[in-house]
């Protein structure tokens, strides 16, 4: 009886198993499998620049450097009445904390009230100074564009991350203290800005106001962790932008699949590939 000859793996030739054959050919140990998720990403770079070549020639920059980012489902879904309803709980929750806050601060009523500045009455109820508004990444050095490139990789991520903002989008009560003392605004009309600002469709399972264009918020109403969280594949793609690269490769992978890519340049978020196709 002839036996097939066993076949090896690609990295480190070692004897693949009947499973390990007709699932891509390496083998289980972690190194092989990496070196295995390298060599797709940079055949999917490769694929990407030509693609952009053969679309525009002229304009098209050549990526020479890949990051990674996590592929969530992305589709849209009319926003439920109950998704609304436990953000605006959530929100009044958050609104009465602050106010019960500021209750404990005030003077005694027994004693002349001296009026005070709504922010040094916000600084009270955080329970010290104000602190400086962060709704924007500060621009730590190198080409003053890197910032606003680097933004792009979350376009070309589709927003992964914002999956877990769910019904509370990451508020929090020192953050909606900020704002109020901020903009100087009553509670109330905080309150009625979110409500009108919920989207009419947003991405399912979702941050109520994650859409298919991105947030729905301006970035000074957003949570500190939505203008501060960068994954890894986002801060890579910053540190090659302040050093002056020209483009980099996203690659949106699920597990050890590539989902889709895109190339991120100062001529903006061109995809290259879509899942399933």
Sequence with gaps: ??????????????????????????????KCRQAQLDADIDRERDRANGVLARRDAATATTAEHSVVVPARPS??????????SEFLGNLDEILTEIETSREETRPDRGTAAIAQDPAEDASRACGGAVTQDRSAPEN?????????????????????????????????A???EEILARDRVPAKDL?????????ERSVGGSCVFHTQTGCALPRDRRAYKCNEYECDGLKRARTFF??????VHVV????RTIQ???VVSADGVRHVRKAGR
């Design 1 to 30: 009886m002839q036996f097939l000859k066993p076949q090896r793996c690609l990295h480190c030739d070692g004897e693949l198993t009947p499973h390990q054959r007709y699932a891509g050919g390496v083998c289980s140990d972690w």
């Design 75 to 84: 589709r849209l879904r009319p926003l439920s009445a109950r998704r609304r």
């Design 140 to 172: 730590t050095g190198g080409s003053p564009a890197a910032p606003d490139l680097a933004l792009s990789v979350c376009a070309a991520c589709q927003g992964a991350c914002c999956h877990a903002g769910g019904t509370h989008a990451f508020l929090t």
């Design 174 to 176: 020192p953050r909606v």
């Design 191 to 199: 309150r009625r800005y979110y409500e009108e600002m919920l989207p």
């Design 242 to 247: 302040e050093e002056g690269v020209a483009a």
């Design 252 to 255: 949106r992978r699920e597990d």
């Design 260 to 262: 889709d890519s895109a």
